[in-house]
């Protein structure tokens, strides 16, 4: 009877511990950010306007601290 009970006690805890499978880690590209070396230019705001691309914020293709009159971060905020 003991030997029984232990060997249901092993069984029972083999069980419990046995190896689970898990799924395989997926993995995303993330997506990159935006670069000050945009192939966007614009010679003035009168042309970024015309495009339609204005206010441009920094950051953004087409901005230029030259289109940006305060420096505030935004060029062509006003269009002609």
Request: proline share 11%.
């Amino acid at each position: 009877m003991l030997r029984a009970l232990f060997l249901g006690a092993v069984i029972a805890v083999g069980i419990a511990v046995a190896p689970v499978a898990h799924a395989a880690p997926t993995t995303t590209t993330p997506t990159p950010a935006p670069t000050s070396g945009s192939t966007v230019y614009y010679k003035n705001c009168k042309e970024a306007c015309a495009a339609g691309a204005a206010p441009i914020y920094k950051g953004q293709p087409g901005y230029r601290p030259g289109l940006d009159r305060d420096g505030d971060g935004i060029a062509c905020e006003v269009c002609p």
